[in-house]
């Protein structure tokens, strides 16, 4: 078993004096820990460049589902009835997402589709089809 170097023991133990830091600065010192970020001083990347753009404080964050990913789903589930719960427990959101059913792909059955949002497309495939879109 490895025994661990006993630092600051004395001149004698040869881990003395400085105890294995080097000299002076702030590495040196007790209690230091580097910041993210920290360029010895130098003022940081972080803070040299300008800041850009616009972010939108009101934006709603919407997870987008295809509806190749509904046939699918009902086709596991062997069901035509499709909520949040259920795509909760698929995996496909978080309990926190917003949901948006997008147009990409085919539909070729019936489903009742509940969610917050839905594209132009996607509803008119749903409908097309004697399903039902229902906006929570």
Not at 10 to 15: C, P
Not at 20 to 42: C, L, P
Not at 96 to 117: C, P, R
Request: glycine share 14%; proline share 1%.
């Amino acid at each position: 078993m490895k025994r661990e170097k006993r630092i600051g023991r004395g001149e004698g133990s040869g881990r003395g004096g400085t105890s294995t830091r080097g000299h002076k600065g702030a590495k040196s010192r007790s209690g230091y820990s580097k910041k993210v970020g920290f360029e010895g001083g130098q003022m940081p990347l972080q803070r040299r460049v300008p800041k850009s753009g616009f972010k939108n404080i009101n934006r709603v964050e919407y997870k987008g589902i295809n509806l190749s990913t509904l046939e699918k789903l009902s086709e596991k589930l062997k069901s035509d009835r499709i909520d949040i719960q259920t795509m909760l427990t698929a995996g496909l959101i978080n309990k926190n997402s917003l949901v948006k059913i997008l147009g990409n792909g085919t539909l070729t059955k019936k489903l009742e589709v509940h969610a917050h949002a839905f594209s132009k497309s996607a509803q008119a495939a749903i409908e097309a089809n004697q399903g039902t879109a229902v906006k929570l």
